[in-house]
């Protein structure tokens, strides 16, 4: 199952003038140049993907264009005239829009109000025009072929449709190019394509679309061009449909990237851990599987089916109402995460930002927070003793910081994980769990964790790990876990499985006779 | 490393000593602030600078301080604690009260038993019944003045034998010159600065004031961090008590009302941010000295006791709009 890596695209490249131009755009930051002299250009009607490591400065440089920041040296020309953004309004009322990759919008609101929140249609006496507001909404949910209501609260949408309103604010003023930032990192892959047929119909309207994310796939379906950015820099623009992913990731490391699918463990002790009919009240239920010494285990399947909560049980976060869990051939019963990581289990969470680091803190201090007793003697921290566990993890997966009193909160994906990694690796877990290592994290980073983890199994770590991402699921897996809503549905050989087989197991089908999972 | 990384660690590394040297000046603002005060304070009076006004500052302002260590604690586990005010004016009557009866080593033992168990009923109803503590604390606020009342039956108590106890010492002694207050604050101060920045366990209570979800997911027991920060918040009103209680030798039954919001302006004029997971004891002890000062250089100048709340209040709101203005203009400087 090894992904085609000589994959390229069958969109050709538009022929027109360009609706959107930038020209040797230099942006400085104190102490740091984050873009260099960057060329880019939208044609209508076509999307131009952004490629580039994080921290290349493909957010920076798209801040630039929608007014966010102001570029230190160059030139913003839309539709032949020369702009200068002074904040996102004014680039919005021009007719470029960003969709953020956080969503922004007011739970509390409806769909109406979000969509025109900020340019609410007024009537005299500066009253809202409901019936307008409701009228402008339909038409707008209309072109984006949406089936919720205009008066739907937005809280009450999921992540799919919350995108949708947030596509929606971008079609207020009529957009002559919309730049995506990473739209897809929150979605499941049978929402994606309702996101592909939006993104499709804008370019049929002559729009220009500038796509930025860290999927290969995605980008070689969508795109006519890719342009790439390395450390600040412009590496260049090449057509799809001439180009394979092989020269465009050469493009953005600098190198050529080795998927090395023959590296999985291979060597298996006994049983590390053993779920045994495991139940939470409706989460999830009768959940049976085990991981072995040395064994990376998949558990793949769709947002919601359960996967996390599984995890968050484990580790003592959530209480089962029947079956056990076994940890090293004892029955465990956590009443508390402190009792599950002293167990040893160690949790990689979903949520790098929410549930992983104190983004406030420095890097040392995030690095030793699972294991203070480690580093301390009688309660008094050791400053030498926390400076050489940074290091000694700083130096073996190549953390990028100038220093270890950086805040994480500043530093790129990729590093937050290495970072929050690295803290689970100092308190030497027996089980470690994996949820979504690496989820918007750049290739380079992912494809060192993925080494990582492989070389942790194989020096004896039972590793679990959770992902939506097939790909990363088949390279990593001796074992694969299927769930689907709340129970498993199958367990694969890790080499032997047919991605179609997974897609079954883990949508439903086929579920009237659930393949009993093997202890 | 190549060369072009080189120029751009010792880019980022230059960067860090820059805003290094920024952020040391938006810190010391409100210190520049207090300097530039005390030096029109000083033109209006001549007493304001002599050694003996300052002792007098340092010394009224040592039970404020003493109160706000414990509350910074509270403070950068991420909550509030706004009971202060009633529990010093329930710690103050109670050792007071029970020193004619019982004696002073039991009514102090006494005294800071009860306290430290309001401090519990705190710590439970916020650390473990996860409830929100700024309505906590105000409805302990209220009820601990009840309990007070009730106690004392509405009326205030004293000491019969002003001149013939120990008990004075810890309001008005000296050791090696120094007030016996100034000497509990300062030892308190470093005590709990040390606790915070050296251990484990205020390590922790940053983690838990700066992401509590975040430290449950690292194996920290939130609950009971957040428990200990408000017993540590009551041991320091019963040691403000003893300082208090002994100094008037007796005790209004309403003694401690409106300590709660000095202790708040003292923290948040030193900088100490009320999200949590921020701040220190320095800087809380500097915030207060500020307050003291402010107060004491109104009353040299004749203003009535009252300006002062204005004055501080606008003062902390003045501190409060530069720091986000501050902040504004560095998120618009740099890369977020």
Same mark, same amino acid.
């Given at each position: 199952m090894?992904p085609?890596?000589a994959?390229?695209?069958?969109?050709?490249?538009i022929?027109?003038d360009?609706?959107l131009k930038?020209?040797?755009i230099?942006k400085?930051?104190?102490?740091?140049?984050?873009?260099?002299?960057?060329?880019?250009?939208?044609?209508?009607?076509?999307v131009?993907?952004?490629l #580039?490591e994080?921290?290349?400065?493909k957010?920076?440089?798209?801040?630039?264009l929608a007014?966010k920041h102001?570029?230190?040296?160059?030139r913003?020309i839309?539709g032949g005239?020369?702009?200068?953004?002074?904040?996102?309004?004014?680039?919005?009322?021009?007719?470029v829009?960003?969709?953020?990759?956080?969503?922004?919008l007011?739970?509390?609101?409806?769909?109406?109000?979000?969509?025109?929140?900020g340019?609410?249609?007024k009537?005299?006496?500066?009253r809202?025009?409901?019936r +307008?507001?409701?009228?402008?909404?339909?038409a !707008?949910l209309e072109?984006?072929?949406?089936?919720f209501?205009?008066?739907?609260l937005?809280?009450?949408?999921?992540i799919? +449709?919350?995108q949708?309103?947030?596509?929606?604010?971008?079609?207020v003023?009529?957009?002559?190019v919309v730049?995506?930032d990473?739209?897809t990192a929150?979605?499941?892959?049978?929402e994606k394509?309702?996101l592909y047929?939006?993104?499709?119909s804008?370019?049929e309207q002559?729009?220009?679309?500038?796509y930025i994310s860290h999927?290969?796939?995605?980008?070689?379906?969508?795109?006519h061009?890719?342009?790439?950015?390395r450390d600040?820099?412009?590496?260049?623009t090449v057509?799809?449909c001439e180009?394979?992913e092989?020269?465009?990731t050469?493009?953005?490391?600098g190198?050529s990237l080795?998927?090395?699918?023959?590296?999985k463990p291979?060597?298996?002790?006994?049983?590390m851990?053993?779920?045994?009919n495991?139940?939470?009240?409706?989460?999830f239920?009768?959940?049976?599987?085990?991981?072995?010494?040395g064994e990376i285990?998949?558990?793949?399947?769709l947002?919601?089916? #359960?996967?996390?909560?599984?995890?968050?049980t484990?580790?003592?976060l959530r209480t089962p109402?029947?079956g056990?869990?076994?940890l090293d051939?004892?029955?465990?019963?956590f009443?508390?995460t402190?009792d599950?990581?002293?167990?040893?289990?160690?949790?990689v969470?979903?949520?790098r930002k929410?549930?992983?680091l104190?983004?406030?803190?420095?890097?040392?201090?995030?690095?030793?927070?699972?294991s203070? &007793?480690?580093v &301390? &003697?009688?309660?008094?921290?050791?400053?030498?003793?926390?400076?050489s566990v940074y290091?000694?993890?700083?130096?073996?997966?190549k !953390?990028k910081?100038?220093?270890w009193?950086?805040?994480?909160g500043?530093?790129s994906?990729?590093?937050?994980?290495?970072?929050v990694i690295g +803290?689970w690796?100092?308190?030497?877990?027996?089980?470690?769990i994996?949820?979504e290592?690496?989820?918007g !994290?750049?290739v380079g980073?992912?494809a060192e964790?993925h080494?990582?983890v492989k070389?942790?199994?194989k020096s004896?770590?039972?590793?679990?790990?959770?992902s &939506?991402?097939?790909?990363?699921v088949l390279?990593?897996?001796?074992r694969?876990i299927?769930m689907y809503?709340?129970?498993?549905?199958?367990?694969?050989?890790?080499?032997?499985?047919?991605?179609?087989a997974?897609?079954?197991?883990?949508?439903?089908m086929?579920t009237?006779?659930? %393949?009993? %999972?093997?202890? | 490393?190549?060369s072009?990384?080189?120029?751009?660690?010792?880019l980022?590394?230059?960067?860090?000593?820059?805003?290094?040297?920024?952020?040391?000046?938006?810190?010391q603002?409100?210190l520049?602030?207090?300097l530039l005060g005390m030096v029109?304070?000083s033109?209006?009076?001549?007493q304001f600078?002599?050694q003996?006004?300052i002792m007098?500052?340092v010394?009224q302002?040592?039970i404020?301080?003493?109160?706000?260590?414990g509350?910074t604690?509270?403070i950068?586990g991420?909550?509030?604690?706004?009971?202060?005010g009633?529990?010093?004016?329930?710690?103050t009557?109670?050792v007071v009260?029970?020193h004619d009866?019982?004696?002073?080593?039991?009514?102090?033992?006494?005294?800071?038993a009860?306290?430290?168990?309001l401090?519990?009923?705190?710590?439970?109803l916020i650390g473990?019944m996860?409830?929100n503590?700024?309505i906590?604390?105000l409805?302990?606020?209220?009820?601990?003045?009840?309990?007070?009342l009730?106690?004392s039956g509405?009326?205030n108590?004293?000491?019969?034998?002003q001149?013939?106890?120990?008990f004075?010492?810890?309001?008005r002694?000296y050791?090696?010159?120094i007030?016996v207050?100034v000497?509990?604050?300062?030892l308190?101060?470093?005590?709990m600065q040390?606790?915070?920045?050296r251990?484990?366990y205020?390590?922790?209570?940053?983690?838990v004031?700066?992401?509590?979800?975040?430290a449950?997911?690292?194996g920290?027991?939130?609950?009971?961090?957040?428990?200990s920060t408000?017993?540590?918040s009551?041991?320091?009103v019963?040691?403000?008590?003893?300082?208090?209680?002994?100094?008037?030798?007796?005790?209004?039954n309403?003694v401690?009302?409106?300590?709660?919001l000095l202790?708040?302006?003292g923290i948040?004029l030193?900088?100490?941010?009320?999200?949590g997971?921020?701040?220190?004891?320095?800087?809380?002890?500097?915030?207060?000295?500020?307050?003291?000062?402010?107060?004491?250089g109104?009353?040299?100048m004749g203003y009535?006791?009252?300006?002062?709340?204005?004055?501080?209040?606008?003062?902390i709101?003045?501190?409060v709009?530069l720091?986000?203005?501050n902040?504004r203009?560095?998120?618009?400087?740099?890369?977020?």
């Amino acid at each position: 199952m090894t992904p085609v890596h000589a994959r390229t695209g069958q969109r050709q490249p538009i022929d027109a003038d360009p609706v959107l131009k930038l020209e040797g755009i230099t942006k400085r930051f104190p102490g740091v140049v984050a873009l260099n002299k960057v060329d880019f250009d939208v044609r209508p009607g076509e999307v131009h993907a952004l490629l #580039g490591e994080n921290g290349a400065g493909k957010s920076t440089l798209m801040k630039v264009l929608a007014g966010k920041h102001q570029a230190n040296e160059g030139r913003i020309i839309l539709g032949g005239e020369e702009m200068a953004f002074e904040n996102p309004k004014h680039a919005k009322r021009a007719g470029v829009v960003l969709i953020h990759q956080e969503q922004s919008l007011v739970p509390e609101m409806t769909v109406a109000e979000n969509i025109f929140l900020g340019s609410l249609p007024k009537k005299w006496g500066n009253r809202v025009d409901w019936r +307008k507001l409701r009228e402008d909404t339909n038409a !707008i949910l209309e072109t984006l072929k949406c089936s919720f209501q205009h008066d739907d609260l937005v809280g009450s949408l999921s992540i799919a +449709k919350k995108q949708m309103v947030e596509i929606g604010r971008a079609l207020v003023f009529t957009p002559r190019v919309v730049v995506f930032d990473e739209p897809t990192a929150s979605l499941t892959d049978h929402e994606k394509p309702v996101l592909y047929d939006v993104i499709h119909s804008l370019c049929e309207q002559g729009v220009g679309i500038v796509y930025i994310s860290h999927r290969m796939d995605e980008i070689f379906h969508l795109s006519h061009r890719i342009s790439v950015l390395r450390d600040g820099e412009y590496t260049g623009t090449v057509n799809t449909c001439e180009t394979h992913e092989d020269e465009v990731t050469r493009m953005m490391i600098g190198r050529s990237l080795e998927l090395d699918h023959a590296s999985k463990p291979t060597d298996f002790g006994e049983n590390m851990l053993e779920l045994r009919n495991l139940t939470v009240k409706r989460i999830f239920e009768d959940v049976s599987f085990n991981v072995r010494k040395g064994e990376i285990v998949g558990m793949y399947g769709l947002v919601g089916a #359960g996967r996390s909560e599984v995890a968050e049980t484990i580790f003592g976060l959530r209480t089962p109402v029947a079956g056990e869990v076994v940890l090293d051939g004892e029955v465990v019963n956590f009443r508390s995460t402190h009792d599950a990581v002293a167990a040893g289990i160690a949790l990689v969470p979903e949520d790098r930002k929410d549930q992983g680091l104190i983004l406030g803190m420095n890097c040392r201090d995030n690095m030793t927070l699972a294991s203070l &007793s480690s580093v &301390s &003697s009688g309660g008094f921290m050791k400053g030498s003793a926390e400076r050489s566990v940074y290091d000694k993890y700083h130096q073996a997966m190549k !953390i990028k910081t100038p220093s270890w009193r950086q805040k994480v909160g500043n530093l790129s994906g990729g590093n937050q994980q290495k970072i929050v990694i690295g +803290k689970w690796l100092h308190t030497h877990p027996k089980l470690l769990i994996l949820d979504e290592p690496t989820r918007g !994290i750049d290739v380079g980073s992912k494809a060192e964790i993925h080494a990582l983890v492989k070389d942790l199994a194989k020096s004896g770590y039972a590793v679990l790990v959770i992902s &939506s991402e097939m790909p990363e699921v088949l390279g990593l897996s001796n074992r694969i876990i299927a769930m689907y809503d709340g129970r498993v549905t199958a367990e694969f050989d890790g080499d032997s499985v047919s991605e179609d087989a997974l897609v079954q197991a883990i949508t439903g089908m086929g579920t009237s006779a659930p %393949a009993a %999972a093997t202890a | 490393m190549s060369s072009a990384e080189q120029t751009k660690t010792r880019l980022l590394a230059g960067n860090v000593s820059k805003a290094g040297v920024m952020s040391f000046l938006s810190a010391q603002g409100i210190l520049i602030f207090f300097l530039l005060g005390m030096v029109v304070f000083s033109f209006f009076s001549e007493q304001f600078l002599s050694q003996s006004n300052i002792m007098t500052v340092v010394r009224q302002a040592s039970i404020i301080g003493i109160i706000a260590v414990g509350v910074t604690v509270v403070i950068i586990g991420g909550n509030l604690d706004l009971s202060v005010g009633s529990m010093l004016s329930f710690a103050t009557v109670l050792v007071v009260d029970l020193h004619d009866k019982i004696g002073p080593t039991n009514a102090i033992l006494m005294m800071f038993a009860l306290t430290l168990m309001l401090g519990a009923v705190n710590g439970i109803l916020i650390g473990f019944m996860r409830l929100n503590s700024l309505i906590v604390t105000l409805a302990m606020l209220s009820i601990i003045q009840g309990l007070v009342l009730i106690y004392s039956g509405g009326q205030n108590v004293d000491i019969a034998n002003q001149d013939g106890t120990w008990f004075a010492f810890f309001g008005r002694g000296y050791v090696l010159g120094i007030a016996v207050p100034v000497l509990l604050f300062g030892l308190l101060a470093i005590l709990m600065q040390i606790v915070m920045s050296r251990t484990g366990y205020g390590r922790r209570i940053f983690a838990v004031g700066g992401n509590p979800m975040a430290a449950v997911y690292s194996g920290i027991r939130k609950n009971w961090c957040v428990f200990s920060t408000y017993l540590i918040s009551a041991f320091c009103v019963a040691c403000a008590a003893l300082v208090l209680g002994s100094r008037v030798m007796g005790s209004q039954n309403n003694v401690g009302q409106g300590y709660e919001l000095l202790v708040l302006a003292g923290i948040i004029l030193g900088g100490t941010s009320l999200l949590g997971g921020a701040g220190s004891i320095w800087k809380t002890v500097i915030g207060v000295l500020i307050l003291g000062f402010i107060q004491n250089g109104l009353l040299l100048m004749g203003y009535p006791y009252y300006t002062q709340w204005i004055v501080t209040w606008v003062i902390i709101i003045l501190a409060v709009w530069l720091d986000l203005a501050n902040k504004r203009k560095r998120l618009l400087t740099t890369h977020s």
